[in-house]
T-cell receptor, first 115, second 113 residues
């Protein structure tokens, strides 16, 4: 079974609108972290936001917020007031455990922002 | 400063060449990673170094040889590569064990001819 599922291969949004990118995860470990990364066409993976499994509040970073629904095992990324520069591939990822562990990525969602 | 640098940005090499990719971070991170990413796919983990020791090798062919000379540097030595090894190679670092975010470099686009 996939550990990270991103069901939207592509999303379109108009500039200044909000958009939600979906991510569901699967783990039996009580301690885990969820991450969102942005990858523009230039290739660099840009860290956007982090949510820990024990965090009580949803993470926010500027225009990015993470809608964390633990019971549903979902960690959707919300981008408010989209900008043309937000056009990129977005990856949801998870790290499990308190010891050493690796990052598992979803397949990604390509977001296109139109004027 | 959350910068990870990688050189070169682009590399074209023949199947008989030997080349090296370099990665550097000055954030005091104790874990460093190499990923391989094919077009339109997520990154795939290749190697992990923790406190300058190889911690994870994801069954990578021996034509890829990682090296961690010190806590700030990570190299990937390439020898006798195949055309299917053409990809974006990403380096990343994180504070260390536990659920920490990884910071990525800009990558090296490798083409094997």
């Amino acid at each position: 079974a996939q550990k990270i599922t991103q069901t939207q291969p592509g999303m379109f949004v108009q500039e200044k609108e909000a958009v939600t990118l979906d991510c569901t995860y699967d783990t039996s470990d009580p301690s885990y972290g969820l991450f969102w990364y942005k990858q523009p066409s230039s290739g660099e993976m840009i860290f956007l936001i982090y949510q820990g499994s024990y965090d009580q509040q949803n993470a926010t970073e500027g225009r990015y917020s993470l809608n964390f629904q633990k019971a549903r095992k979902s960690a959707n990324l919300v981008i408010s007031a989209s900008q043309l520069g937000d056009s990129a591939m977005y990856f949801c990822a998870m790290r499990e455990g308190t010891g050493y562990s690796t990052l598992t990525f979803g397949k990604g969602t390509m977001l296109l922002v139109s004027p | 400063d959350t910068e990870v640098t990688q050189t070169p940005k682009h590399l074209v090499m023949g199947m008989t060449n030997k080349k090296s990719l370099k990665c550097e971070q000055h954030m005091g991170h104790r874990a460093m990673y190499w990923y391989k990413q094919k077009a339109k796919k997520p990154p795939e983990l290749m190697f992990v170094y923790s406190y300058e020791k190889l911690s994870i090798n994801e069954s990578v062919p021996s034509r890829f040889s990682p090296e961690c000379p010190n806590s700030s540097l990570l190299n990937l030595h390439l020898h006798a590569l195949q055309p299917e090894d053409s990809a974006l190679y990403l380096c990343a670092s994180s504070q260390g064990e536990g659920v920490y975010e990884q910071y990525f470099g800009p990558g090296t686009r490798l083409t094997v001819t």
